[in-house]
């Protein structure tokens, strides 16, 4: 959940319940404003990336050393700093403990499954149409 808001953020409030999203979406671009797509000119996956694009520095540290962002979300944290269109709002009734895979684990795993389907479809198909051919 969200514990604390930076500036011009006024989408949110402090208990709101997100996701993290780590192909976020800053609703500018026109990826963003494109319904074909959604890999955001400014939040899309870059692993070379490992500061906050406010800025450039990274907001976590250890012994004074910086330890930098990953993937726009840091995940592996108990806390979190990330840009606004890096989160979900989501219906706070829903137990967090439930829903945290849905921000990569489910999509990934679902993508991957309907990729599989067609390729399995389509090798069906061309299999099939062969054979009636080859009689």
Known sequence: FVESIGEGVTNLIPGDHVLLVFTGECQDCVHCKSEESNMCDLL??????????????????????????????????????????????????TPLYKVCVLSCGISTGLLLTYILYVIVEQAIYIVTNLSYLCL
């Open 44 to 93: 899309r996956i870059n692993t070379d990336r490992c500061a906050m694009l406010s800025d450039g520095k990274s907001r976590f540290s250890v012994k004074g050393k910086p330890i930098h962002h990953f993937v726009g979300t840091s995940a592996f944290n108990e806390y979190t700093v990330v840009h606004v269109g890096c989160l979900a709002k989501i219906n706070p009734a």
